[in-house]
């Protein structure tokens, strides 16, 4: 059973870079694309992006020109870092998968980080 | 992007009901459609996917159809822990957009 674990500040400062990391558990690292999700009250459910093991990307055009998910497969870890933030990235940031075998469906889900951007 | 449009928004139901849920892309998405159930303060469950499949560990009462721009998700015989918010979300194209969510009530 996979197992999805996020970390990182509860708070941001605008202006600044929201930085979490996504813990695997018990999963091959290439069978997913590793996706960020996130929700607020205002918007629901929005696709952030993924990313491949072999290092590709796919970023919500929404986002993008602030996004950047990386990997490290070697800790069997992968992060999302969000720049320049404001009031409107306050939300809970869900890391999940995306598979390919199952339609691009999501079928594991962490149990999110609730991040709040306030001074 | 393509967008998923739901109905009802918010759906009030008895235990026992027959219950549909319907999603409308902007687009056509084939059969690439996806219904997530979300519990308060929990993360979103996988319960279809490819527009009719189960997933695994998902009751039977539970099932989908529709290919194109036009799903339904229908939940045969209500039962209590049934009341949750229901989302589509197709993943034809990146972004993978998300409805708006249906909030099925007591």
């Known amino acids: 059973q996979v197992q999805l674990q996020e970390s990182g500040p509860g708070v941001v400062k605008p202006s600044e870079t929201l930085s979490l990391t996504c813990s695997i558990s018990?999963?091959?690292?290439?069978?997913?694309?590793w996706t960020w999700v996130r929700q607020s009250p205002g918007k629901g459910l929005e696709w952030i992006g993924y990313i491949y093991y072999r290092g590709s990307t796919n970023y919500n055009p929404s986002l993008k020109s602030r996004v950047t998910i990386s990997m490290d497969t070697s800790k069997k870890l992968f992060t999302l870092n969000l720049s320049s933030v404001t009031a409107a990235d306050t939300a809970v940031y869900y890391c999940?998968?995306?598979?390919?075998?199952?339609?691009?469906?999501?079928?594991?889900w962490g149990q999110g980080a609730l991040v709040t951007v306030s001074s | 992007d393509i967008q998923m449009t739901q109905s009802p928004s918010s759906l009030s139901a008895s235990v026992g009901d027959r219950v549909i849920i319907t999603c409308r892309a902007s687009?056509?998405?084939?059969?690439?459609l996806n219904w997530y159930q979300q519990s308060p303060g929990k993360a979103p469950k996988l319960l279809i996917y490819?527009?009719?499949n189960l997933q695994g560990g998902v009751p039977s009462r539970f099932s989908g159809s529709g290919s194109g721009t036009d799903f339904i998700l229908t939940i045969s015989s209500l039962r209590p822990d049934d009341f949750a918010t229901y989302f589509c979300q197709q993943s034809f194209t990146t972004p993978h957009t998300f409805g708006q969510g249906t909030n099925l009530e007591i």
């Open positions: 999940a998968t995306t598979n390919p075998g199952f339609g691009d469906s999501s079928d594991y």
């Open positions: 490819a527009a009719s």
């Open positions: 018990s999963a091959s690292i290439g069978t997913y694309y």
């Open positions: 687009q056509n998405i084939n059969r690439h």
